[in-house]
């Protein structure tokens, strides 16, 4: 393999395996607050068995984003200076906020939550937690903007003569058309992991000890599921509403998502097709008249560009060139992330309907079901990104700077190679880690939150250690 599509494969292996973590980090922060809300709020002492349960949960797996996310930003000073240097202008502001800003609410104040239990005052200590929720939202923002420029660069000048991109209105960065329906599609997904996690642990105690902790398990159960469905209906809703911004800025991406070679109108959404090897002509469809028009223009007769007329066009705009992206992997990673949220949602509907008046769930199958569900919304959020990124190729920043011009000039093969191989084995012991771990506490169950009286003489026990 040549050096660029070693550095690809690493990013694309790095990036995706840091995104297994973020998702739960930012939903689970934001139901473990909304948990402890609701202690506060009705001193119900099942709500605070499932704060400190499902936030020691939390906890591990921000720890191993924050591992993981550093790896990340390592392989990018390695392979991609020339990107690097590109954008550094651009990403500069953004990522110094992520850093400064949102890192810093997260950091500190998840610090005060761990410690502050029963030392700092309930609603104070209760603060803490929705800081830090507020933090990972914020950090989200401010990483998805800069990728945004990625998808459609706004708020720049070239500087021809360093061949960079340099900031010249950080404001339209920030309020990037892109990054504004981007932030909540990709919080509603990331909501649907963390309510299929809660849903699915709080399933399989129902079923394997239905006599232990079970009305905690049972609102757990609910909360899970009903944040299940409801951000798989916002995510539904804001990724139409992406699909029609991303047919503006790049609609190169919404052919290829839909393999669609020819200018349609109307144009008609494939459930199925399948192509030649080389993913250059379609064979055979399965096809639904006008749903195409609508997701892409907002007009069931609208027109949808195709493959070959855009290459033509940009052809005439950058110079000779393959401007498609690799036609299949763009089309069923498109189809895998709608099917593995779909049926995540669907298997949190059949849970919540198995707890209806009471009933106490014994099904077999559904613990099989809460096994499944927390990688199905895992699956469809990597999916999501492979689609992303994939989609934009031959484009680092589209219309700007080309993948190929992106590599570090002086990076061999041998080095990419050597350094994908350390990466995966590390990534390989985090895993092992991170799975031990999170099955270690899910099977401990809920914690006793009896208070301690320390005995004459002693110090006061920790209250939330880890």
């Not at 939903?27 to 402890?36: E, F």
């Not at 190679?417 to 899910?442: K, P």
Request: hydrophobic share 50%; aromatic share 12%.
């Amino acid at each position: 393999m040549e050096v660029l599509d070693l550095a690809r494969l690493q990013f694309g292996a790095t990036t995706v395996y840091h995104y297994l973590f973020v998702p739960l980090t930012i939903s689970l922060a934001c139901l473990v607050a909304g948990l402890q809300t609701a202690w506060v709020r009705t001193d119900h002492e099942r709500y605070l068995k499932l704060t400190k349960f499902f936030g020691k949960l939390f906890l591990i797996n921000f720890a191993m984003g924050i591992v993981t996310g550093i790896v990340q930003e390592f392989q990018f000073g390695m392979n991609w200076s020339d990107y690097s240097r590109f954008v550094g202008d651009i990403f500069g502001a953004p990522l110094a906020l992520e850093g400064l800003l949102a890192f810093f609410l997260e950091s500190t104040f998840l610090g005060l939550w761990i410690f502050g239990w029963d030392r700092l005052p309930k609603r104070i200590h209760l603060a803490c937690i929705w800081i830090a929720a507020i933090g990972t939202v914020l950090s989200a923002y401010f990483i998805l903007a800069a990728n945004s420029f990625m998808q459609n660069p706004v708020g720049y000048t070239i500087d021809e003569q360093r061949g960079r991109a340099e900031l010249t209105d950080f404001v339209a960065v920030l309020t990037n058309k892109v990054v504004l329906i981007t932030l909540p599609h990709t919080i509603f997904a990331a909501f649907m992991v963390g309510g299929a996690f809660i849903a699915a642990v709080a399933m399989w105690h129902l079923v394997r000890r239905p006599d232990v902790d079970s009305d905690a398990f049972r609102t757990a159960l609910k909360v899970g599921a009903i944040t299940v469905i409801v951000a798989g209906i916002g995510t539904a809703v804001t990724g139409d509403t992406q699909g029609k911004v991303m047919t503006e800025v790049q609609p190169m991406k919404m052919a290829a998502a839909e393999a669609l070679y020819e200018d349609e109108q109307p144009a008609s959404f494939s459930v199925l097709t399948i192509g030649t090897l080389d993913g250059s002509e379609e064979v055979y469809s399965i096809k639904l008249p006008h749903l195409l028009s609508f997701l892409g223009t907002g007009d069931l007769n609208g027109e949808v560009r195709g493959i070959n007329s855009l290459q033509r066009e940009y052809e005439q705009a950058y110079g000779p060139g393959d401007y498609s992206p690799n036609i299949p992997v763009t089309y069923w990673t498109f189809r895998a992330m709608i099917t593995a949220g779909g049926l995540a949602a669907l298997i949190a509907a059949i849970m919540l309907w198995s707890i209806r008046r009471g009933r106490t769930p014994t099904s077999r199958w559904l613990v099989w079901s809460a096994i499944a569900l927390p990688f199905l919304p895992i699956a469809a959020n990597a999916f999501g990104w492979i689609f992303t990124e994939m989609g934009r190729q031959p484009w680092l920043v589209f219309g700007l700077l080309p993948t190929a011009s992106g590599v570090s000039p002086g990076t061999t093969g041998a080095e990419v190679t050597t350094s994908l191989i350390g990466f995966s084995l590390v990534y390989t012991v985090l895993a092992v880690i991170e799975i031990r771990l999170l099955l270690t506490y899910i099977r401990e169950g809920l914690p006793d939150v009896t208070p301690v009286e320390p005995a004459d003489g002693d110090d006061a026990p920790m209250t939330f250690a880890y």
